[in-house]
């Protein structure tokens, strides 16, 4: 519903402006639709933006077509509300099973995320790539698009090297019971430090890499062995995060289909292509002072090559490109994108997120200082088991720790999205296990709320009739969901979605502590159950596109 009007009012706008772009959003708090386009018209026609506003509201309230919705000028913005009738359909739409998801579409998408160094665990630092992009992912399905969902596996670099030297030279054996990815680590870890005391093994991780380079069979087995053992490992650690990949891309297959020599030799005939002892791409014009360097002095790629290679095929076989990168990847992620583009292949779009980090500080794999992503999931699990037992201790103990594992996933997946990717955050624990504050236990809390005041209403009569202030203003939230997806896939800003939800929660609060709903009567009563019905069918949605469990009972 909420589109359809938009598009309508877009439409109107346009008929009675003369201009394409109309200026139209969502209005806030002051209305459900709001337009700047007198702006943009008092350059034109040489009148303050109030004035032609004013005209514009007049103008389009003596069209009949727009039904009960209310248009008013307020000083030069033009606004938009909904009326009653438009109301009721909103709440009938949203207890519909699958509520907000739109059309089919046909353009494929691929979204490529977390691809962390397969050298050991994901920590902390890793895991604000993997919300950001598995809530992308989830709202992208949701919006209709065809989507296939990639983890790149760097299976050649210097870190797999080092990690393949350790497995063949130290005694490291597994302990019982060890995760696949710790071990990993802790073979990296040792590997590392022996290079510290005899820096004379880089030269043997030095031929490591140009054996594997030429496919040497053996090597090249070495490697693979390495990065699967430590990518099972990983793998279980998205699961227990709700994240999920459709496939997991072999950085090393790129070079044994031959598309790495395939696109040296396309970069070696642009005019921005130079060869001295390495190959590079001076990317000057497009205002990057540093070497692109995709060939070593030795003959060896570089990941960017191979990156390259990466995102050529990706572009044949894909409409869309999304990257999920850290900050640190500004600059080589600026430097594929222009490239691509001087090679007229489709550059990929890229989401950059600042960092997530712990008090403690910041973190190493190489070094052993880091906090792993298991660590942080177990001890929020254990803190958030410590608060259901305080709340619900006549649960028995096997319901308590399911609860405690949805609420922790809970904590941790909407600390992390809630704030805008360009932000930095520091995971505060308490604050996010809150289920008094904006937190995401606190919206699975307002779900299980919904849900038990219809349990305890029993069967009912679904009516639409809306009047008091709280009434109105959680159908108009609930109204907008549509299009909060919809936004959300066309900025790329997944914490849109996580503020939707937020306050879709603080609106049904507020409705349930100041409207009576179970001991209201008649079609009051009836009106507000299907009221609370659609606030519990759009928190699930939401929910679920934030990876978030919808719990019935906390």
């Not at 009938?92 to 099973?97: F, N, T």
């Not at 997944?494 to 609060?509: G, K, Q, T």
């Not at 349930?512 to 009567?521: A, C, I, W």
């Amino acid at each position: 519903m909420f589109q359809e009007k938009y598009q309508q009012i877009e439409r109107m706008l346009r008929a009675c402006t003369g201009e394409e772009d109309v200026l139209l959003t969502t209005g806030g708090d002051h209305a459900d639709l709001a337009s700047t386009v007198a702006f943009k018209l008092a350059k034109r026609e040489k009148r303050a933006p109030p004035a032609i506003a004013s005209d514009i509201a007049g103008e389009l309230s003596a069209n009949p077509e727009l039904g009960d919705i209310q248009v008013e000028a307020t000083g030069p913005y033009v606004n938009f509300r909904f009326g009653p009738s438009l109301l009721s359909e909103a709440v009938r739409e949203a207890v519909r099973p699958g509520y907000g998801s739109l059309p089919r579409r046909s353009g494929r998408v691929v979204l490529e995320h977390t691809s962390a160094n397969p050298n050991g665990p994901l920590h902390v630092g890793h895991i604000r790539n993997t919300v950001i992009g598995d809530t992308l992912a989830r709202a992208f399905r949701k919006a209709g698009h065809p989507l296939e969902v990639q983890y790149y596996l760097n299976d050649m670099g210097r870190q797999i090297a080092i990690v393949s030297w350790g497995f063949d030279h130290l005694e490291i054996a597994r302990e019982e019971g060890e995760k696949e990815d710790h071990y990993v680590a802790r073979v990296y870890i040792a590997a590392n430090r022996e290079i510290e005391k005899n820096p004379e093994i880089t030269k043997e991780i030095d031929r490591l890499m140009q054996k594997v380079e030429r496919g040497d069979a053996e090597t090249v087995r070495k490697f693979r062995t390495a990065v699967s053992l430590c990518a099972e490992g990983i793998k279980a650690t998205l699961a227990a995060l709700n994240a999920h990949h459709d496939r997991f891309v072999w950085e090393s297959d790129f070079i044994r289909i031959g598309d790495v020599d395939r696109i040296i030799e396309r970069v070696r005939r642009l005019p921005q292509a130079h060869e001295d002892e390495t190959l590079w791409v001076d990317l000057s014009e497009q205002g990057f002072e540093k070497k692109y360097i995709l060939r070593r002095s030795d003959g060896t790629s570089v990941y960017s090559t191979r990156d390259l290679a990466y995102h050529t095929w990706k572009g044949r076989n894909y409409d869309r490109m999304i990257d999920v990168l850290g900050a640190d990847h500004k600059l080589i992620g600026a430097q594929l994108q222009a490239t691509l583009k001087l090679l007229d292949e489709q550059p990929p779009e890229i989401v950059f997120f600042e960092f997530v980090s712990l008090p403690e500080g910041s973190m190493s794999t190489r070094a052993g200082k880091f906090v792993s992503a298991d660590e942080l999931v177990e001890e929020v699990t254990a803190k958030a088991y410590d608060e259901v037992t305080v709340r619900r201790p006549e649960l028995p103990l096997e319901e308590r720790h399911a609860i405690a594992n949805s609420v922790a996933v809970a904590a941790i997946r909407y600390d992390i999205v809630k704030v805008s990717p360009e932000k930095s955050t520091v995971f505060n624990w308490k604050e996010a296990l809150d289920f008094e504050r904006q937190s995401g236990p606190y919206i699975q809390y307002a779900h299980a709320r919904a849900c038990s005041i219809l349990e305890k209403a029993g069967e009912f009569e679904q009516t639409y009739h809306y009047e008091t202030e709280h009434e109105v203003a959680l159908a108009r939230h609930l109204a907008r969901f549509p299009a909060a997806i919809e936004q959300t896939i066309e900025e790329l800003r997944p914490h849109l979605l996580a503020s939707y939800a937020r306050e879709l929660a603080d609106l049904f609060n507020a409705f349930y502590h100041y409207d009576p709903v179970l001991k209201s009567e008649g079609e009051t009563r009836s009106s507000r159950l299907t009221l609370v019905d659609a606030v519990r069918n759009t928190l699930k949605e939401s929910l679920e596109i934030l990876g978030i469990d919808a719990l019935r009972s906390m």
